[in-house]
């Protein structure tokens, strides 16, 4: 059983940073890749970036330049730094793990962008 859990959400403003974190516990044996998804009001859940055990990275188009995911192994903790936000970021984002023959969600934390 594997739990997430995020946090780091709240209110900024346009232009601002705010840096999430999710943190893992339980049996992550097998973790492939862990990942930021959001999912604002009336619209589809979207991947926001990933990085896989290897480092590698991955991020959407609508982020680039402006989010960095990052990981620390020993802490079972991964991040997600957000600079230069913007409204249309205004979203619940939620923390997922790979573990290749399954994944494992976290309940969600509320990043709101507004003046």
């Known amino acids: 059983q594997v739990q997430l859990v995020e946090s780091g959400g709240g209110l900024v403003q346009p232009g601002g940073s705010l840096r999430l974190s999710c943190a893992a516990s339980?049996?992550?044996?097998?973790?492939?890749?862990m990942s930021w998804y959001r999912q604002a009001p009336g619209k589809q859940r979207e991947l926001v970036a990933g990085i896989s055990t290897g480092g590698s990275t991955n991020y959407a188009d609508s982020v680039k330049g402006r989010f960095t995911i990052s990981r620390d192994n020993a802490k079972n903790t991964v991040y997600l730094q957000m600079n230069s936000l913007k409204p249309e970021d205004t979203a619940v984002y939620y923390c997922?793990?790979?573990?290749?023959?399954?994944?494992?969600w976290g309940k969600g934390t509320l990043v709101t962008v507004s003046s």
């Open positions: 997922n793990a790979d573990l290749g023959w399954r994944d494992y």
């Open positions: 339980g049996s992550i044996f097998g973790l492939k890749a």
